[in-house]
């Protein structure tokens, strides 16, 4: 989305009591140069509001490409070979990588790591490697998009279509058992009629028959403008 609007300059000097001849013509043109200018003005802020939520998109995408760098680097510094699926029987270092039953990398984060499933106890024993769920989700509700993954919309308990294709009860990303769900609800009045208003973020591993919030503050709203610019976006429990 780039910014297309301009905003047309005054073509001539503001009417002036110093020059009585003129007054009239000069504030007739002001006034009328004056009348196109909110539409402008509101239809540049809309597109600025629009691309500054891309750029925070841009930037969570580069963000989690960075943490995904880092983790991958340690991985292969700390462990120095290929990774194989975990076992319940091998007892894992610190740092130690190993594949979950969901396909997904995990590091250990403590030495004589012995039967703990990284698939259950995540935060604990196990850190996974990729993705980091919030920044995750942000690259998702800011862009809508998450590279790798199928999308599609849903209807109330996860009917297919949705009922309303235009405000879906909620969105999905998928890849194999993973599930990223934006659960979401639309504006009713004002700036935000019709608009997306909130989208609460959950992940599963469980092909969705599960899920849990992707942080502490799962649920971003939307602040719009009376002409229904997003204007603020914050994240709450």
């Known amino acids: 989305m780039a ?28 006034l009328a140069e004056m009348y196109d ?33 880092q983790e991958a680097a340690d991985a292969v510094l700390a462990q120095g070979t290929t990774a194989n699926a975990w076992s319940s029987v091998t007892t894992y270092a610190l740092y130690q990588v190993a594949i979950g039953t969901d396909g997904r990398a995990y590091r250990s984060l403590q030495a004589s790591n012995l039967n703990h499933n990284p698939v259950t106890d995540v935060g604990t024993w196990w850190r996974p490697l990729n993705p980091d769920l919030w920044l995750a989700a942000m690259l998702i ?21 949705p009922t ?10 998928s890849r194999g058992v ?4 934006a659960s979401l609800t639309w504006g009713t009045t004002g700036g935000e009629a019709d608009a997306l208003k909130t989208a609460r973020m959950e992940y599963s ?32 429990a």
């Open 37 to 69: 200018l909110p539409a402008e003005v509101n239809t540049w802020a809309g597109q600025a509001n629009t691309l500054a939520v891309t750029i925070s998109g841009l930037e969570a995408s580069a963000s989690l490409s960075a943490v995904t760098a």
């Open 164 to 173: 309303n294709p235009d405000k879906p009860a909620a969105y999905v990303w």
């Open 205 to 236: 591993n469980t092909s969705g028959s599960s899920y849990v919030s992707v942080s502490s503050t799962p649920l971003v709203t939307l602040t719009y403008s009376t002409s229904g610019a997003v204007i603020a976006a914050a994240w709450s």
């Open 3 to 30: 910014i297309t609007q301009t905003i047309t300059g005054f073509s001539g000097l503001p009417p002036s009591t110093s020059d009585p001849t003129n007054f009239d013509a000069r504030a007739s043109t002001t």
């Open 141 to 161: 509700v800011t862009t809508g998009l998450y590279p790798g993954w199928a999308f599609a919309a849903q209807g109330p308990v996860g009917t297919y279509p």
């Open 178 to 181: 993973e599930r990223y769900r």
